[in-house]
């Protein structure tokens, strides 16, 4: 029989478990779902020799390797049945529902209240994105040992074995979500209000742990920066940041209006009563903290310790591209009931019998109402279309979630997309679909022919681009930039580089100049640039645009290969090393700048002769063993880059590599076949280009090579070549490419 505090403990897990488990029959969303499991080649095609690779890259903008070594086991046993996934975040939800009682009890709470408040926590609607998305395991990682160190802080007094488990927990935080990082500044406040006396003795540990936590939130916000960019001024920001709070506390108190999303282009900032709410709201809370740090200490430290953990996710600080998800309201609410827990369990102490009679009846009432609200919200994340169908209905000024919404319709076969394109929305439904497939054409159409078609500009431009329509897509940009001159940075870039693309310098330049942050579009529309001037031999313009866009984005590819390209010819190489050992180094850095950074000091550590270096360099630009997972693009652009840095035995097989999986794929065609011309192989040559003319028989280019290498064909059977008489004999490619 279950005795004393282990039968609250129990029954509080078994109902936290419980009530989320009608959600274990849902599927996967089109929210991350797909990025983390579904669509994720590293989990989908595990092996052992790249475990190490979620250590060294960042996923969505995010570090979060715990997170991705679970997702790969539970592939390996589960495959792709969302139930076991869902199964685990719920049981992380009640393990850390039980350790949230277990603090409230360490801040002087009593049993009873501790578990109404626990319990209130456990089955609020607000949890239900923390627990029944799948792809918010990194959150529920975290959270358990967020609170799990906290609790053991909280029963450590001066014993150093158990600061350094608190330490540990930290640790595993940090690698299941960045957003730990405010774990070591809630301890500092921690120990200042409610344990000065071990305080001393443990301010080392916390220096340590603010040391980790300093490191891994510059790492995170440089990755997420870009993705912020250019969509809130630094005042919004503040206001913002002041306003969450408030989001968050009367959706706790009030759940209404709880969407799976909340559009980022409603974000409040630009409503007066919503600022002046949140100013309020923010001195509010400084003003209590103050006043009750000396009488009420648990209610000042929890009041601190939300503002803290809620900081890096409100908007202040470019720590995250959302700003009102419903998950970032789990740590502040717990850290909240830390110093209300205590005073309502003071205040039942105090209470008359009819206030002691009244309480749990009240208490228990609004557990019922905001239990029953979870339920009658949980089918909403049963599939994308239920998903997105809330959102459209609670925010139908959206226009992105209702694309969003008519995609995921028309892609399950629920919507007949020639049904809906009179509508504006579903017809850019109609048309991002189509984009996302690589149906340009379609798209391009489809976007032309909205009646209102602003918002598709972006995407239409760039579905141009693609298409090589350059006319249509310098039309597109200069239609976005008359329309709306004042529009997001990051569509301003894109435009800029559209023009740059097309060869319209000075009005690229003219963008980028009032761009004044640093965006994507910005970056690649001075990368065009640079190599553009490099082309026309103007090797100091070109420098300079380079410089420019490295100095924005560190790892522009455009950029990078200008300057390797320039220091090439003319040897002078320091600054192409400075630019590539960053971008090598950096966070963002994609496969194709890995192998175009490495690949360009391998070269450089060659001609230095360097040659342990050089092969250190070469083996990360082409590490046979991590390209299992590498697609067509991916072999085709290492092969580009071989080409580049004279590596022409290497590029001929990275091309085949290319063929194997894309065997119809035009580049990878043309280059190997001008690989095979250049080591006097025409008649492999001449099959290659055979096979390209039947693909694409009305591109000049491939008919004037294939008339080229027939011409070569015919006179070297007219006269006999030396060294070309034997019939099995092949040229070693280095007497022809300068392979190191």
Not at 88 to 97: K, P, Q, S, V
Not at 422 to 451: I, N, P, Q, W
Not at 595 to 609: T, V
Request: glycine share 6%; with cysteine.
């Amino acid at each position: 029989m279950i005795q004393g505090a282990w039968k609250h403990r129990f029954f509080l897990f078994a109902i936290a478990v419980a009530w989320f488990l009608p959600s274990l029959p849902h599927e996967f969303l089109n929210w991350d779902d797909e990025a983390y499991v579904v669509g994720n080649p590293w989990v989908q095609n595990f092996t052992a020799d790249r475990l190490l690779l979620p250590f060294r890259h960042f996923h969505l903008s995010a570090w979060t390797p715990l997170p991705l070594l679970i997702y790969t086991l539970e592939f390996q046993l589960f495959g792709n049945n969302p139930a076991p996934y869902r199964l685990m975040n719920i049981l992380l939800h009640g393990l850390t529902c039980v350790a949230v009682m277990e603090l409230l009890k360490t801040m002087g709470t009593r049993r009873s209240v501790a578990f109404f408040f626990s319990l209130f926590f456990a089955i609020h609607p607000l949890r239900l994105e923390s627990v029944v998305w799948i792809s918010e395991l990194k959150g529920g990682l975290c959270n358990l040992f967020f609170i799990s160190g906290l609790l053991l802080w909280r029963r450590a007094g001066s014993s150093h074995r158990r600061c350094a488990a608190t330490l540990l927990l930290f640790v595993l935080a940090l690698l299941s979500k960045p957003l730990a990082v405010s774990f070591p500044v809630v301890l500092l406040v921690h120990d200042f209000l409610l344990c000065r006396g071990d305080m001393k003795k443990r301010l080392p540990w916390i220096v340590f742990m603010g040391l980790l936590a300093a490191g891994a939130s510059l790492v995170n916000m440089k990755a997420q920066v870009l993705a912020i960019g250019g969509e809130m001024s630094f005042p919004e920001r503040i206001f913002l940041a002041l306003y969450s709070p408030l989001h968050h506390a009367m959706r706790t108190l009030v759940p209404v209006r709880i969407s799976p999303v909340y559009p980022r282009e409603l974000v409040p900032t630009r409503n007066p009563a919503c600022v002046v709410a949140g100013v309020m709201t923010g001195i509010s809370l400084g003003l209590t903290a103050v006043a009750f740090y000396k009488r009420r200490p648990p209610l000042s430290f929890g009041l601190l310790a939300a503002a803290i953990v809620l900081t890096p996710v409100s908007g202040l600080v470019p720590f995250s591209t959302v700003w009102a998800a419903d998950r970032f309201s789990y740590l502040p609410t717990i850290m909240l009931f830390c110093g209300l827990a205590p005073l309502a369990s003071r205040w039942t102490e105090h209470a008359g019998p009819v206030a002691r009679k009244t309480a749990p009846v009240l208490g228990c009432l609004l557990i019922a109402l905001h239990a029953l609200a979870t339920q009658t919200l949980i089918p909403v994340w049963q599939n994308s279309a239920t998903f997105w169908q809330r959102v459209v209905h609670l925010y139908p000024e959206s226009s992105k979630s209702s694309e969003r919404l008519f995609a995921t319709l028309i892609e399950s076969g629920l919507l007949d997309p020639n049904e809906v394109r009179d509508t504006s929305v579903a017809g850019e439904a109609a048309a991002f679909l189509a984009a996302e497939k690589g149906h340009d054409e379609e798209a391009a159409k489809t976007y032309a022919s909205l009646r209102n078609p602003y918002r598709a500009l972006p995407s239409l431009m760039k579905a141009h681009r693609r298409l090589e329509n350059r006319d249509e897509a310098v039309e597109a940009a200069g239609r976005l930039l008359e329309l709306n001159p004042k529009a997001p940075a990051a569509s301003l870039g894109d435009a800029a580089e559209i023009l740059a693309w097309a060869g319209e310098e000075k009005r690229a330049l003219a963008i980028v100049d009032k761009l004044g942050q640093p965006t994507w579009g910005g970056a690649r529309a001075l990368g065009l640039l640079a190599a553009n001037a490099l082309t026309r031999d103007k090797r100091d313009t070109a420098r300079q645009h380079a410089s420019r866009a490295l100095r924005m984005i560190p790892t522009d590819r455009d950029a990078l290969l200008t300057l390797g390209r320039d220091a090439m010819a003319t040897g002078e190489r320091s600054e192409a090393k400075r630019a590539f050992n960053k971008a090598l180094r950096h966070p963002s850095a994609g496969t194709d700048v890995q192998i175009l950074s490495a690949g360009f000091l391998a070269r450089f550590a060659h001609e230095d002769k360097q040659d342990s270096a050089a092969n250190e360099f070469l083996n990360q630009a082409f590490p046979s063993n991590r390209m299992e997972g590498w697609t067509a693009q991916d072999f085709e652009y290492a092969a580009f880059i071989a080409e580049e840095i004279g590596q022409g035995k290497r590029a001929a097989r990275l091309y085949r590599r290319a063929l194997d999986l894309e065997p119809d794929r035009k580049t990878p065609l043309i280059n190997l076949a001008g690989l095979h011309l250049s080591r006097g192989e025409t008649e492999s040559a001449l099959k290659l280009l055979r096979q390209a003319a039947e693909l694409w028989p009305e591109d000049v280019a491939i008919q004037a090579n294939l008339e080229l290498a027939a011409s070569k064909s015919d006179a070297e059977k007219d006269k006999e070549m030396p060294g070309d008489s034997s019939p099995g004999k092949t040229r070693n490619p280095a007497e022809n490419l300068n392979d190191f």
